[in-house]
């Protein structure tokens, strides 16, 4: 019998999060969030049924099942239901919080990744799994691995255009 075994190295990365503890790990039902607030720590928000309106910072986007957003401490926000929307979230605080945010969106600008349907049953299990002795555990694996999922999908730190004048520029030096 043949073994196939995988070793990935994990490379010391000096944009790795520090610490990143999360707080709360809940399921909204209800439309708690659509007063206008500002809050003290980050939050992953993963909608898991319905549709509705996420307003940050003057702005708005609409959101359906199996979108995420992120909210971050700075920024003033809600969360509007304009078709039974039910939302899960994560709220996380740390050192690392902003590390762990710039990883995911390192121009700053994404506020909805959309499309991530299939998040939902992995979260719904962590949530109906979780009790007092394994929350934290189980919020901290929601996050990291909803997390590394956005990491990999994440948009470069330089648009296209700017890649493409910068490789001009180089190989104008060169001729």
Same mark, same amino acid.
Request: proline share 5%.
């Given at each position: &019998?043949?073994?196939? +075994?995988?070793?990935? /190295?994990?490379?010391?990365?000096? +944009?790795?999060?520090?610490?990143?503890? =999360?707080?709360? /790990?809940?399921? !909204?039902?209800?439309?708690?969030?659509? =007063?206008?607030?500002?809050?003290?720590?980050?939050?992953?928000?993963?909608? &898991?049924?319905?549709?509705? &309106?996420?307003?940050?910072?003057?702005?708005?986007?609409?959101?359906?099942?199996?979108?995420? /957003?992120?909210?971050?401490?700075?920024?003033?926000?809600?969360?509007?239901?304009?078709?039974? @929307? !039910?939302?899960?979230?994560?709220?996380?605080?740390? @050192?690392?919080?902003?590390?762990? &945010?710039?990883?995911?969106?390192?121009?700053?600008?994404?506020?909805? /990744?959309? #499309?991530?349907?299939?998040?939902?049953?992995?979260? +719904?299990?962590?949530?109906?799994?979780? #009790?007092?002795?394994? =929350?934290? @555990? @189980?919020?901290?694996?929601?996050?990291?691995?909803?997390?590394?999922?956005?990491?990999?999908?994440?948009?470069?730190?330089?648009?296209?255009?700017?890649?493409? +004048?910068?490789?001009?520029?180089?190989?104008?030096? #060169?001729?």
């Amino acid at each position: &019998m043949t073994v196939n +075994n995988i070793c990935k /190295f994990v490379p010391a990365a000096e +944009n790795a999060p520090t610490t990143v503890d =999360t707080v709360n /790990f809940v399921w !909204e039902t209800s439309s708690v969030a659509e =007063t206008p607030s500002i809050r003290s720590v980050y939050g992953l928000h993963l909608v &898991m049924r319905g549709k509705g &309106m996420f307003l940050c910072d003057g702005k708005q986007w609409e959101i359906e099942k199996g979108d995420l /957003f992120f909210t971050r401490p700075d920024s003033l926000y809600a969360i509007k239901s304009t078709d039974g @929307l !039910e939302y899960a979230y994560v709220s996380f605080l740390g @050192l690392g919080a902003p590390v762990l &945010m710039r990883r995911i969106d390192p121009l700053g600008k994404t506020a909805v /990744f959309k #499309h991530n349907d299939a998040l939902i049953d992995f979260w +719904n299990g962590a949530i109906r799994a979780a #009790h007092p002795n394994n =929350t934290d @555990l @189980l919020s901290k694996s929601v996050l990291e691995y909803s997390a590394a999922l956005l990491i990999e999908r994440a948009p470069q730190a330089y648009g296209t255009d700017e890649i493409k +004048n910068i490789e001009q520029y180089v190989q104008a030096l #060169h001729r």
